[in-house]
Nanobody, 116 residues
Framework: QVQIVESGGGLVQPGGSLRLSCVAS????????MTWYRQAPGKEREFVAQ?????????DYADFVKGRFTIDRDDAKNTVYLQMHNLQPEDTGVYYC????????WGQGTQVTVSS
């Protein structure tokens, strides 16, 4: 049974940092690229970042997070991370992770709120 659990969100001031974690189980984690998405209030879910494997240098990022966010993973822990720096109010939303190809199962997400 697939399970995805995101954590690490919270309230942070503009310019602040957060590190999100996502633990996934029920599939062979190391065999799949892992992706972070986010959904802002009133908007559709959007792509944030993707990483195929710990050894690859190819990390894909949405233009709006390049230079501020870093995706990484630890296959021994079935965990993918999203380190976020210089957070801005427009980064507010619920952050989710999933594998690629996307599973129909989603976690509950973790809320990130950037506000002064």
């Amino acid at each position: 049974q697939v399970q995805i659990v995101e954590s690490g969100g919270g309230l942070v001031q503009p310019g602040g940092s957060l590190r999100l974690s996502c633990v996934a189980s029920g599939f062979t984690f190391k065999n799949f690229p892992m992706t972070w998405y986010r959904q802002a209030p009133g908007k559709e879910r959007e792509f944030v970042a993707q990483l195929a494997s710990p050894t690859t240098v190819n990390r894909d990022y949405a233009d709006f997070v390049k230079g501020r966010f870093t995706i990484d993973r630890d296959d021994a822990k079935n965990t993918v991370y999203l380190q976020m720096h210089n957070l801005q109010p427009e980064d507010t939303g619920v952050y989710y992770c999933n594998r690629y190809p996307i599973l129909s199962v989603w976690g509950q997400g973790t809320q990130v709120t950037v506000s002064s």
